[in-house]
């Protein structure tokens, strides 16, 4: 008897007649369906509904690992980033700037780092000049103090200073085979140009030129360098003044972490009275080590007066003054297997650079 293909049931069977067919199905077929569709409906009484909610509890697991989630209204600061250094204390306008696998925030003109014009560089400023104040007659460099008098006949000054470099940071060698230390660099001075013209020139003027900033002594544990002098120049009314570059902290030898920077903040220079440009010395960069490896070097700050000492590689070595005016010194550094102690050096001193037209 031929019946239907999944659930076989039977079908009609052309030599019955319509009776037997409606008996057939009375007593045979509607059974059948009636089993089926009272299963069906049994098994989907023990389903979930197509949409339905579930309560966070009811999940397994699901309130344990949110509870090892941050918040949505989660915020952060720079300073929480394990690979970014001193932004926290930066004061404002600072910049961060990638030195190895480290951010660091430094000052924006550190980061540019200090360059110069000439005259011929900037076009029609030597015809301006000339038209305005005449011709240059003499350049004199101060570099000791005392009083400066506009010779006869000057119509305008161009003053330029700057303030001592800073001096750099001593190192202490303990021998360790895997231990090492580098010093920080000095800062570079701050500096101060100015134009005075002929109707605002002074009968005289005291110059105070800054001392270079001493060297970090080489005894245990190792100096800190010297800050420089700060250099001035003054009518007794009208001041213009440079501070010098900060210091280099100095270092013992180490197998852990440590880090040498300036022995203080930006040192910046002002004008009180004049018309003219200031600009904040330039900061050494901080040597950081990181189980004892070097991670970023020490780099003395320059001034626009005068270039800093160099740096060194892995070995030992003293730390050597820069060269000009208001230069840090470079840093001084220890490698492993070396018990000496090596001092940092000093920074350059300051100056009074004066320019006389006629």
């Not at 900033?213 to 002098?229: E, H, K, R």
């Not at 100095?250 to 910046?268: F, L």
């Not at 626009?304 to 060269?323: A, E, M, Q, T, Y």
Request: overall charge negative.
């Amino acid at each position: 008897m031929a019946s239907t293909a999944h659930r076989k049931y039977p079908l009609p069977d052309e030599q019955r007649t319509v009776a037997e067919e409606f008996y057939n199905l009375l007593q045979s077929v509607l059974p059948m369906v009636d089993l089926d569709v009272h299963s069906l409906s049994q098994a989907l009484a023990g389903k979930a509904s197509l949409s339905h909610p579930h309560e966070i509890a009811h999940v397994t697991g699901l309130s344990t690992a949110l509870a090892g989630k941050m918040p949505i209204s989660q915020t952060f600061h720079l300073a929480d980033l394990n690979d970014v250094e001193g932004a926290e204390e930066a004061p404002d306008g600072y910049v961060l700037v990638k030195i190895g696998d480290v951010w660091l925030a430094q000052a924006a003109n550190a980061a540019l780092g200090n360059h110069k014009h000439n005259i011929e560089a900037i076009d029609g400023l030597q015809a301006e000049l000339q038209k305005r104040v005449g011709n240059l007659s003499r350049i004199l460099y101060h570099t000791t103090s005392g009083t400066y008098t506009p010779a006869p006949g000057v119509k305008a000054i161009r003053v330029r200073g700057c303030g001592g470099g800073g001096g750099s940071g001593g190192v202490d060698g303990l021998g360790g085979s895997s231990q090492r230390a580098f010093s920080c660099g000095g800062s570079g001075g701050s500096y101060f140009d100015i134009f005075i013209p002929s109707g605002d020139l002074a009968a005289s003027y005291e110059c105070v030129i800054g001392a270079g900033g001493t060297a970090g002594s080489s005894v245990s544990p190792g100096g800190d360098g010297g800050t420089g002098g700060t250099t001035s120049f003054s009518d007794g009314a009208k001041t213009a003044t440079a501070q010098g570059g900060a210091g280099g902290r100095g270092m013992q030898a180490t197998s852990s972490s440590a880090e040498a920077g300036p022995t203080g903040p930006v040192r910046t220079a002002s004008l009180i009275g004049f018309v003219g440009l200031a600009l904040a010395s330039h900061p050494a960069v901080s040597c950081y080590l990181v189980d004892g490896k070097f991670v970023s070097w020490s780099k003395p700050g320059s001034s626009p007066l005068g270039v800093p000492g160099p740096g060194h590689s892995n070995g030992s070595d003293v730390g050597v003054s820069g060269s000009g005016y208001g230069a840090g010194a470079g840093p001084a550094s220890v490698g492993g297997l070396n018990a000496a102690n090596y001092s940092g050096a000093a920074g350059t001193p300051g100056v009074i650079i004066i320019e006389e037209y006629v």
